[in-house]
T-cell receptor, first 114, second 114 residues
Framework: KAGVTQTPRYLIKTRGQQVTLSCSPI?????VSWYQQTPGQGLQFLFE???????NKGNFPGRFSGRQFSNSRSEMNVSTLELGDSALYLC?????????????FGPGTRLTVT | DQQVKQNSPSLSVQEGRISILNCDYT??????FLWYKKYPAEGPTFLIS?????DKNEDGRFTVFLNKSAKHLSLHIVPSQPGDSAVYFC?????????????FGQGTILTVHP
């Protein structure tokens, strides 16, 4: 099976702009989660989508939003970019393995805000 | 409030020896635990997981131990190989209400010397 793919891999934006990142999950996986990784904060959960519905949300401002399409592909959007939004954005797709979901990550999108 | 903690930022081990990576958690609702390995500029790679109903799970050179009373888990790698050098993240899930959400520790940098 193909793994999780994320596009673009690298992105440079300026403050105030908005950005959209895309994630294609592993075939058959219906859950897609997004994480932000920064040197200071580590890996932090943004939100999770399942069957086109947001099922869980982390503690991020409303500038961070997402959606999921009927084919399970997901996008996340960040509006009014700030310097502090520079990070590696990781997408993970999940399947139910017994009692819990095991998550498989894509390579990430490196966002730099200048 | 860091619910998952990896108190050792780094660990250095000789090739062929055992590597032991530790992780503590505070949230008693966590019932599924995972270990991931991460290389720079890549997404985390799933290694091994354990449910709270078990105290040990093995997969090849990797064994995870869970001590629920101490809220502690550890990953043993035997024998360690230079290719194991990476950042290792411990993650936890509260499957009951937080489906696709993983809470990560800050990571431990493992260096295996030839």
């Amino acid at each position: 099976k193909a793994g999780v793919t994320q596009t673009p891999r690298y992105l440079i934006k300026t403050r105030g702009q908005q950005v959209t990142l895309s994630c294609s999950p592993i075939s058959g996986h219906r859950s897609v989660s997004w994480y932000q990784q920064t040197p200071g904060q580590g890996l932090q959960f943004l939100f999770e989508y399942f069957s086109e519905t947001q099922r869980n949300k982390g503690n991020f401002p409303g500038r961070f939003s997402g959606r999921q399409f009927s084919n399970s592909r997901s996008e996340m959007n960040v509006s009014t970019l700030e310097l502090g939004d520079s990070a590696l954005y990781l997408c993970a797709s999940s399947f139910l393995a017994g009692l819990a979901y095991e998550q498989y990550f894509g390579p990430g999108t490196r966002l730099t805000v200048t | 409030d860091q619910q998952v903690k990896q108190n050792s930022p780094s660990l250095s081990v000789q090739e062929g020896r055992i590597s032991i990576l530790n992780c503590d958690y505070t949230n008693s609702m966590f019932d599924y635990f995972l270990w991931y390995k991460k290389y720079p500029a890549e997404g985390p790679t799933f290694l091994i997981s354990i449910s709270s109903i078990k105290d040990k799970n093995e997969d090849g050179r990797f064994t995870v131990f869970l001590n629920k009373s101490a809220k502690h888990l550890s990953l043993h790698i035997v024998p360690s190989q230079p290719g194991d050098s990476a950042v290792y993240f411990c993650a936890a899930s509260d499957g009951g209400t937080s489906y696709g959400k993983l809470t990560f520790g800050q990571g431990t940098i493992l260096t295996v010397h030839p």
